[in-house]
């Protein structure tokens, strides 16, 4: 399997604008998460799915933050208007929800946003 | 406030020391992982622990969760400079499969 895929793997991008983070889960994982990594706030949880349902969203910053899950293997994560603070690098994990005991999640390699 | 404190946030020693780096909370955790995270890369699991006082031991990583289910350990036993990277702590607090995490360690081994 190739493992979770975020693109693109960067972006810069001037503030104001419309930004879509993309991420497909690995194959029969049911759960996906977004998080926010900066140096000030370390790994943020945003929001997280389950079979594609919004399980919760109490990590979505503002209303300018948006995600969808339409169908299992495809999810994004949308910032309109973006704004300077919004630099982060932003990663997607999946995993298969329940598990036993480990419940690993997997990240993919993120996505590193800049909002000059 | 960070929900997982991690201690300390940075760590730099000689290749072949012995380290341990700390995760507390003051809130019961139903399960606490482990990751390692390398420069441009997500994390990557490292160990899940469960059970109150439970060490779990992976070649010479040794992993401990407190017995109270707060806090947790992780030793590293003569660190190689393979060892180098991000050390998160994460806690699921409720069982529902949302964990969070830690404030993290930077471990620098050098050779």
């Known amino acids: 399997d190739a493992g979770v895929i975020q693109s693109p793997r960067h972006e810069v991008t001037e503030m104001g604008q419309e930004v879509t983070l993309r991420c497909k889960p690995i194959?029969?994982?049911?759960?996906l998460f977004w998080y926010r990594q900066t140096m000030m706030r370390g790994l943020e949880l945003l929001i997280y799915?389950?079979?594609?349902?919004?399980?919760?969203d109490s990590g979505m910053p503002e209303d300018r933050f948006s995600a969808k899950m339409p169908n299992a293997s495809f999810s994004t994560l949308k910032i309109q208007p973006s704004e300077p603070r919004d630099s982060a690098v932003y990663f997607c994990?999946?995993?298969?929800?329940?598990?036993?005991?480990?419940?690993?999640?997997?990240f993919g390699p993120g996505t590193r946003l800049t909002v000059l | 406030t960070q929900l997982l404190e991690q201690s300390p946030q940075f760590l730099s020693i000689q290749e072949g020391e012995n380290l341990t780096v700390y995760c507390n909370s003051s809130?019961?955790?139903?399960?606490l992982q482990w990751y390692r995270q390398e420069p441009g890369e997500g994390p990557v699991l490292l160990v899940t622990?469960?059970?109150?006082?439970e060490v779990k031991k992976l070649k010479r990583l040794t992993f401990q969760f407190g017995d109270a289910r707060k806090d947790s350990s992780l030793h590293i036993t003569a660190a190689q400079p393979g060892d180098t990277g991000l050390y998160l702590c994460?806690?699921?607090?409720?069982?529902?499969?949302?964990?969070?995490f830690g404030s993290g360690t930077k471990l620098n081994v050098k050779p």
């Open positions: 194959s029969g994982h049911n759960s």
């Open positions: 994990a999946s995993s298969f929800w329940p598990s036993g005991d480990n419940n690993e999640q997997f």
């Open positions: 799915f389950n079979n594609n349902v919004p399980i919760d």
């Open positions: 809130s019961v955790f139903s399960s």
């Open positions: 622990v469960v059970t109150g006082g």
């Open positions: 994460a806690g699921d607090a409720w069982g529902f499969n949302k964990f969070y």
